[in-house]
């Protein structure tokens, strides 16, 4: 039995719940999330509550309860408070631009890279190499993150390189000097 999709969801006071049928929509101050549930699964609201429930007992229905249950979380819980994630950019003369709806990165190629900042995505750029997104839609804001990121993964000799603030970059001793 799924652990995670047996406990309810708490909603908190200036969050609205809309479900209709197998969609369910949650507003708040920061702004509107839409999702559609699986038609093996149940969802209602029960003293501020939101609760998942299976229509049949099998296997894959149960799988997909706990995962439903934590994107709702997501939900309310991007709607309340937002989700935010910092990346570093480091290198000799790697920098990094905000102009208009476009990231420009300086981070060792021939030419910049333009990267478009998708719909629903808040990007600001503290410094000149520290990179601040946020939103309220988790799963854009780490396909976005790991989108930035990909442009120049770091490297396991100097470091050099795109990577999440809270990553530890496991570093290789290089070429010993000849005897």
Do not use: C, W
């Not at 780490?142 to 970059?169: N, V």
């Amino acid at each position: 039995m799924s652990r995670i999709g047996k406990q309810p969801i708490p909603v908190p006071g200036d969050v609205k719940i809309d479900i209709k049928g197998q969609m369910i929509s949650v507003s708040g101050s920061k702004g509107k999330l839409e999702r559609e549930v699986l038609p093996e699964l149940e969802i209602s609201m029960k003293d501020q509550e939101i609760v998942v429930e299976n229509r049949d007992n099998s296997k894959r229905t149960n799988a997909f309860r706990g995962m439903t249950r934590s994107l709702i979380n997501n939900m309310v819980v991007g709607v309340h408070e937002g989700f935010k994630k910092v990346l570093i950019v480091e290198g000799v003369g790697y920098k990094v631009n905000m102009s208009g709806k476009t990231l420009t990165l300086n981070v060792g190629f021939s030419n910049p890279v333009e990267f478009p900042v998708p719909e629903g995505i808040q990007i600001n750029v503290d410094g000149s190499n520290k990179i601040v997104v946020e939103s309220i839609d988790k799963e854009l804001l780490g396909l976005t993150a790991a989108k930035i990121r990909g442009i120049r993964k770091p490297e396991p000799y100097k470091g050099k390189g795109i990577r999440y603030e809270d990553e530890h970059i496991v570093r290789k001793v290089g070429k010993a000097g000849a005897a």
